[in-house]
């Protein structure tokens, strides 16, 4: 197997960067990353509320799902 297909996000992004790097792009310091929206609650409560809806959404869809269609029993064919 070929280890870069599991590659991890955060080693694959510093990979990059030091790419960018020695290519001449400035250095940036002390700035956000991707993962700074999860520490602003607003979009966060937002996120959960979307997930809850889909999930609501999902249960109602598959609530009436049968595992197996019913079938009539033998017993009643040959009672016929």
Not at 6 to 18: H, M, T
């Amino acid at each position: 197997m070929k280890r870069s297909a599991v590659w991890r996000p955060a080693l694959l992004a510093r990979k990059f960067r030091s790419v960018e790097l020695r290519a001449g792009l400035p250095t940036s310091h002390a700035r956000r990353g991707t993962a700074f929206d999860y520490n602003i609650p607003a979009k966060r409560t937002e996120e959960r509320s979307r997930v809850e809806k889909a999930e609501a959404a999902y249960a109602a869809a598959t609530s009436r799902w049968r595992t197996r269609p019913e079938r009539q029993k033998a017993v009643e064919k040959a009672a016929e």
